[in-house]
């Protein structure tokens, strides 16, 4: 078999791009490591909008410029973890847009600190603050952040493309696995996850199109949230899903980032469980199912 190093490729051969909608692409990076989430570029008459960097070691800047828009790039985070925002450094001069927890975790992490997943990030940025009801407005294109509390990270943002009705909603829900994390104090349940969907299907949900998640596809219909919801509700009612709660995108990755004690622990873990249903699949602690166990 030939080895290709893909830092060798041109451009255009180092990333593929797939049309969600006009002007709305899906960007997919050839990295070595199969997890590096996908970028979105929402394309406006005066402004593209790059959704959620990731960590990819390609040169994703450069190949936006050259093969997807000649347009000004602005940023926005879904949210603070790693593998979405360490390669933000290429955009440096860009505005960078990402709620005010996001901030704070990232820059604990840019003055010394890690994370059990990287080194302190490149880049000395300066974001600029959003929180729900803010709009980002690309020209004849707005992208307005909507209400929702994060379940996988609390420093996550709902980005809402009016003109199209797709949603960004980095990892809170995706096809692969949703994770409920939750350190200490943490508010993260499947209670709280079904009332958090609930409500955006009720405010929102005439508005959503489709949901364009980094991971594991997209974009998704809208729909999918209805699936969700049927899915928080069979946990809520004592179905318990799957004591495996690995997947070739998590844990059972051969690339993952994580360490190999962290991986052990965590299919080992006796209170961890995977419910799927009608493609819907949620990683969750037994300990985090209702509210009352987490107040
Ligand atoms: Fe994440």
């Known amino acids: 078999m030939i080895h290709?190093?893909?830092n060798t490729l041109p451009i255009n051969k180092q990333f593929r791009r797939q049309l969600i909608k006009p002007d709305t692409w899906l960007i997919i990076p050839f990295d070595q490591d199969m997890a590096?989430?996908?970028?979105?570029?929402?394309?406006?008459?005066?402004?593209?909008?790059?959704?959620?960097?990731?960590?990819?070691?390609?040169?994703?800047?450069?190949?936006?410029?050259?093969?997807?828009?000649?347009?000004?790039?602005?940023?926005?985070?879904?949210?603070?973890?790693f593998d979405h925002t360490d390669a933000n450094w290429q955009f440096n001069d860009c505005p960078i847009y990402m709620s005010q927890s996001?901030?704070?975790?990232?820059?604990?992490?840019?003055?010394?600190?890690?994370?059990p997943f990287g080194a302190p990030p490149k880049g000395d940025y300066i974001p600029i603050i959003l929180k729900p009801g803010d709009v980002i407005d690309l020209g004849n294109r707005e992208i307005e952040?909507?209400?929702?509390?994060?379940?996988?990270?609390n420093t996550s943002l709902f980005y809402l493309d009016k003109k199209y009705g797709v949603l960004f909603t980095g990892d809170e829900i995706e096809c692969g696995q949703m994770l409920v994390g939750g350190r200490p104090g943490s508010p993260s349940c499947i209670e709280l996850l079904r009332d958090n969907l609930v409500t955006l299907i009720r405010d929102w949900g005439d508005q959503i199109d489709c949901i364009c998640p980094p991971h594991n596809?997209?974009?998704?219909?809208?729909?999918?949230?209805?699936?969700?919801?049927?899915?928080?509700?069979?946990?809520?009612s004592g179905i318990q899903g799957d004591p495996d709660v690995g997947?070739?995108?998590?844990?059972?990755?051969?690339?993952?980032?994580?360490?190999?004690?962290?991986?052990?622990?965590?299919?080992?873990?006796?209170?961890?469980f995977r419910s799927e249903w009608k493609g819907t699949s949620i990683v969750y602690n037994i300990d985090r199912v209702f509210k009352s166990q987490v107040q």
């Open 145 to 153: 952040v909507i209400p929702y509390t994060g379940i996988h990270s």
């Open 4 to 6: 290709i190093d893909i």
């Open 217 to 236: 596809g997209s974009p998704i219909h809208g729909s999918f949230l209805g699936l969700l919801v049927e899915n928080c509700e069979r946990i809520l």
């Open 36 to 81: 590096v989430p996908h970028p979105h570029v929402i394309i406006g008459e005066e402004k593209a909008l790059v959704m959620d960097t990731t960590y990819t070691t390609l040169p994703l800047r450069k190949y936006i410029e050259e093969c997807v828009t000649d347009k000004p790039l602005v940023v926005a985070c879904s949210h603070s973890h």
């Open 247 to 272: 997947s070739m995108t998590y844990l059972y990755n051969p690339a993952e980032a994580r360490s190999e004690e962290m991986i052990k622990r965590a299919l080992a873990d006796p209170k961890s």
């Open 102 to 115: 996001a901030w704070e975790e990232i820059s604990a992490r840019r003055k010394g600190g890690t994370t």
